[in-house]
């Protein structure tokens, strides 16, 4: 075949290969908002004044391969890394034949009508889950013998890579079922300050040191990817909550929960406004959070798990971003972008909430249940800042419901004089970080010029090669 032929041909399989990702990607997303019964299998203890004893460990870890299948599979189809290519080849395809032959074990979940999500018939589950499978096996084969890419046995460093970071891989992409699934409930709590938060403030941060000492060399593509491998979990762990609960309240719309969303977003529109704000508003939201968790189950639990997954990663990403200059660094203008983005956030979730709360709630109603977007409908900020009481003189009543109009704007002030004063703090953190760069690259440059490099394969010296 003449070259011009074959090249042409692989970017035409290169191009089925993407477009099959994004139709795999997207289908798991959906389906996370479908009827699935195995919400009583992962709690294993006391739920909802019920006791469920009842497990599934083979269910359990090959709904973790999954996971990491509609991760892997996108990343391996748009960045040039052997290692996804690897992982979804050898990994990804495996766990598809494992589910196509405990094909009934997932359909028992699927078609029985006890879970909370939107039931589905049975025909449409079928269909559903084979084109997962499916989607799932020809892309690893495409990958295989379309692109001719294979795994180089005579190289130690591929097996190395492939096994030393495909568990890493598999902790990061940890569902949020998981841990309640094959440990049950523990009579172990998180309060603030006490010892299980602090081991969690310092894992959060211990994460983002790890990921950017790991790839602050790596080329461009690299960097990209690793951001978008995270953006891409953090958002299908999001919509996963929906297998538990599909309420009015759930809705994205508490700015950690939008987060989940717009860190993608910002990651594929490459506009430097929009993630400054995501940056500027998202990033002091979720270390409030990781500081005053506010959880009320044992550690191990579902809504538990998904808290510290969450705020974990809407924390960490966007300050990843940034200091691996995936983005543009904020600039002056990038105030701008947050007080625009932030006042738009707060008008949409006060008129959302009135309406939400006044007309839209039916307390007979599996869905329209009461709302407290960005917390402006509780007294959550009231019993930190028992200041504030002030403004909860003047209230409207609205179809029998009473808000606060005052109290809501004061939460939008200080919650955006809050994040002003984070932007200047990544400025000092932006300095400290270059001037530790470039200390770094001097070192590399004199240890090249002593030959202590000779031999070894070089570190990138820049960020935006």
């Given at each position: ?11 035409k ?9 994004i ?13 699935d ?10 739920y909802?004044?019920?006791y469920y ?20 599979l996108?990343?391996a ?5 052997r ?21 009934g ?11 909370r999500?939107?039931?589905a ?11 997962e ?27 190395i ?18 841990p ?8 172990l ?14 894992i959060v941060f ?17 960097r ?9 979990f953090?958002?299908?762990?999001y ?9 009015m ?11 989940s969303?717009?860190?993608l ?12 704000f ?13 500081c ?24 960490v ?14 600039k002056k ?6 007080i ?103 070192r590399?440059?004199l240890?090249n ?12 010296l820049?960020?935006?090669?």
């Amino acid at each position: 075949m003449p070259d011009g032929v074959e090249q042409n041909t692989n970017k035409k399989i290169v191009k089925i290969i993407k477009t099959l990702a994004i139709i795999l990607f997207v289908l798991a997303v959906l389906r996370s908002f479908l009827n699935d019964s195995f919400i009583w299998v992962i709690n294993g203890g006391n739920y909802a004044e019920h006791y469920y004893k009842t497990t599934d460990i083979l269910q359990s870890l090959l709904r973790w391969g999954l996971t990491l299948s509609f991760i892997v599979l996108p990343c391996a189809a748009f960045f040039k890394t052997r290692v996804l290519k690897n992982v979804a080849i050898y990994f990804c395809v495996p766990i598809a034949v494992l589910c196509f032959i405990f094909y009934g074990n997932f359909l028992h979940y699927f078609t029985t009508n006890s879970g909370r999500g939107i039931f589905a018939p049975e025909w449409l589950r079928h269909i559903e889950f084979c084109l997962e499978l499916i989607l799932i096996i020809s892309i690893g084969l495409l990958l295989r013998f379309g692109t001719k890419h294979k795994f180089d046995v005579h190289n130690k460093t591929e097996w190395i890579n492939f096994f030393g970071l495909l568990p890493l891989m598999l902790l990061i992409v940890i569902p949020v079922y998981l841990p309640q699934s094959l440990f049950g409930f523990t009579n172990l709590f998180m309060k603030p300050l006490s010892i299980f938060n602090i081991l969690w403030i310092a894992i959060v941060f211990g994460l983002l040191a790890v990921l950017y000492f790991a790839f602050r060399f790596k080329d461009k593509e690299t960097r990209l990817m690793i951001c978008t491998f995270l953006s891409l979990f953090l958002f299908y762990h999001y919509n996963s909550i929906y297998l538990m609960d599909l309420l009015m309240s759930r809705l994205p719309f508490q700015l950690c929960n939008l987060g989940s969303f717009l860190i993608l977003i910002a990651l594929l529109c490459k506009k430097p406004w929009f993630f400054n704000f995501v940056l500027l508003a998202n990033v002091p939201g979720a270390l409030i959070a990781v500081c005053v968790p506010d959880v009320s189950e044992g550690i191990l639990s579902f809504w538990n798990i998904h808290f510290y997954i969450e705020h974990t990663w809407v924390l960490v990403i966007p300050l990843l971003i940034v200091a691996l200059r995936v983005m543009p660094r904020p600039k002056k203008n990038a105030l701008l972008s947050f007080i625009a983005g932030f006042s738009v956030y707060f008008v949409f979730c006060a008129v959302s909430g009135i309406i939400a709360n006044c007309f839209l709630y039916d307390p007979s109603s599996s869905f329209f249940n009461k709302v407290n977007y960005f917390y402006l409908f509780n007294d959550t900020v009231l019993q930190v800042f028992g200041f504030l009481r002030f403004t909860r003189i003047t209230y409207i009543t609205l179809n029998g419901y009473v808000f606060y109009p005052f109290y809501m704007l004061a939460i939008y002030v200080l919650y955006a004089l809050y994040c002003i004063a984070f932007y200047f703090i990544y400025k000092k953190l932006i300095k400290i970080g270059d001037d530790h760069f470039g200390y770094r690259r001097l070192r590399i440059d004199l240890r090249n010029e002593k030959g202590k490099y000779k031999n070894r394969k070089m570190p990138k010296l820049a960020y935006d090669d």
